[in-house]
């Protein structure tokens, strides 16, 4: 396996060991980074349930204990999710994000779009309500949040973005694109799908750029893009061509784990 293997959909939530390895895009001896499946959730809610963490265990790859997470991503979002190893890896990962030092690209398809080519939407976030767990409000009172946007393609109705979140706030994609009148679609929170029955949510995170080295330039991997954003992505224009490059071959020892 390498990382340019493509994942198979998947089916349920729970994986197979085999499974959740065949989504991994990047290993080290620090790091890992797996393609999350979209509808899954990565860890448990307040109620329990399956996550993306009971699979971990299949992740350890001879170390004691299974990986972490460094970030968190939606259940519907896919893509790019960034493991630390072990304890050192992980708090050296957790503030890199946390500082805003690594570099996040999502795709998303969204309702209408803007008329200009590329922006900026600087828009300060907060949580709704206590009732509504993490559910997010723009509110000039409240949390400096900050997204680069690019347009990547068109179509009737739609666009086709690429949006890079400048800080880290929970929905921040979401709301800053239905602040601005363009939800993604699929969006049954912040946008116009129904509650049940619509379509996926069309947001993955496509491209992580990580400075874990110094001296060295950030690692830098990308995630294939899900089945279920292929029709409308390839309507706004997207020639279908993917490739899921990992830094290095996963069928090689990295020099991290000999060290």
Not at 167 to 189: E, F, S, Y
Not at 234 to 250: F, H, I, M
Request: charged share 25%; with cysteine; hydrophobic share 35%.
């Amino acid at each position: 396996m390498d990382g340019r293997v493509k994942p198979p959909a998947m089916t349920s939530e729970k994986m197979t060991p085999d499974e959740i390895v065949s989504r991994l895009l990047y290993r080290d001896g620090l790091m890992l980074i797996i393609d999350k499946p979209a509808g899954v959730a990565v860890h448990k809610g307040p109620k329990g349930g399956p996550s993306l963490e009971d699979d971990f265990p299949a992740l350890q790859f001879g170390l004691p204990k299974p990986p972490a997470l460094a970030h968190r991503l939606d259940r519907e979002t896919s893509g790019c999710l960034v493991l630390g190893r072990h304890r050192k890896a992980l708090a050296n990962l957790s503030d890199l994000f946390r500082h805003g030092k690594i570099g996040k690209t999502y795709w998303a398809i969204v309702e209408g779009g803007p008329a200009e080519p590329e922006g900026r939407i600087d828009l300060a976030l907060r949580k709704l309500d206590d009732s509504r767990g993490w559910w997010m409000k723009p509110d000039p009172d409240g949390m400096p949040s900050s997204t680069t946007w690019k347009v990547m393609g068109r179509s009737e109705g739609l666009s086709w973005l690429a949006l890079e979140p400048l800080t880290g706030r929970t929905h921040q994609l979401r709301v800053h694109c239905a602040a601005l009148k363009w939800p993604i679609v699929g969006d049954n929170i912040y946008g116009t799908a129904p509650r049940s029955g619509g379509p996926r949510l069309q947001l993955h995170a496509r491209e992580v750029a990580v400075p874990l080295y110094k001296n060295r330039d950030p690692i830098k991997v990308t995630a294939p893009v899900p089945a279920h954003m292929h029709e409308l992505l390839k309507a706004c224009g997207w020639n279908g061509e993917d490739v899921a490059a990992a830094t290095q071959s996963l069928n090689r020892p990295h020099a991290a784990e000999r060290a």
